[in-house]
């Protein structure tokens, strides 16, 4: 069982923004930065935002993050067939000294 | 263009051992610091381990504490991830991925991994 909770799965139609949450505690979340991974079937995951809400290069800003205390959330918008994905949350823990993953969010695209 | 190539996956029964090496290419490697995290079939990502720049800070998950020891090799542009006792519990596909400049859950590029099964 994963200490930071997502949704198991998320959907929605084509160009409708859904969010996916990310909850975890004082000694990962609320103290640390979050990170989203994107994983499409078969492939390695991708980094998709970090420092919480930044987009690396390349990132289209349909993607975006937000933390507030100890949950964070990734919302898309405009959603496309092929944000087809597994998405997870991370962060360090400081209690743990490791890094967490969320269970991971399986997003159809309806 | 940054690449990270996984290699020394295999088949091994319960009890074995296994080194994975992790080789970087496209970057200064001495310059970052490298993880390892796995996925089991059909499952999640879970981070394994972490090794610092020059090797002088290491964490692993607790699930393989006393079991695998990450190391590098700057010279090789490589960082190993020795594994012993192992269990069926830890099949999975291990990736390796570098650090980037933000805090340990940071992980910028990542290689396609190498799979590991563990079965008598």
């Known amino acids: 069982q994963s200490v930071l909770t997502q949704p198991p799965s998320a959907s929605g139609t084509p160009g409708q923004r859904v969010t996916i949450s990310c909850s975890g505690s004082?000694?990962?979340?609320?103290?640390?930065?979050v990170y989203w991974y994107q994983q499409l079937p078969g492939s390695a995951p991708k980094l998709l935002i970090h420092r919480s809400n930044q987009r690396p290069s390349g990132v289209p800003d349909r993607f975006s993050g937000s933390k507030s205390g100890t949950s964070a959330s990734l919302a898309i918008s405009g959603l496309r067939s092929e944000d087809e994905a597994d998405y997870y949350c991370?962060?360090?823990?400081?209690?743990?000294?490791?890094?967490?993953f969320g269970g991971g969010t399986k997003l159809t695209v309806l | 263009e940054a690449l990270l190539v996984e290699s020394g996956g295999g088949s091994v029964p319960p009890g074995g051992s296994l080194r994975l090496s992790c080789v970087g290419s496209?970057?200064?490697?001495?310059?970052?610091?490298i993880n390892w995290v796995r996925q089991a079939p059909g499952k999640g990502l879970e981070w394994v381990s972490y090794?610092?720049?020059?090797?002088?800070?290491?964490y692993h998950a607790d699930s393989v504490k006393g079991r695998f020891t990450i190391s590098r090799d700057d010279a090789k542009n490589a960082v190993f991830l020795q594994m012993n006792s192992l269990r069926a519990e830890d099949r999975a596909l291990y990736y390796c991925?570098?650090?980037?400049?933000?805090?340990?859950?940071?992980?910028?590029?990542w290689g396609k991994g190498t799979s590991v099964t563990v079965s008598s």
């Open positions: 090794i610092s720049t020059g090797g002088s800070t290491i």
């Open positions: 496209g970057f200064t490697f001495s310059k970052y610091e």
């Open positions: 991370a962060a360090w823990d400081d209690s743990l000294s490791s890094v967490l």
């Open positions: 004082s000694s990962n979340i609320e103290n640390n930065y």
């Open positions: 991925a570098r650090r980037g400049d933000g805090d340990y859950g940071h992980m910028d590029v």
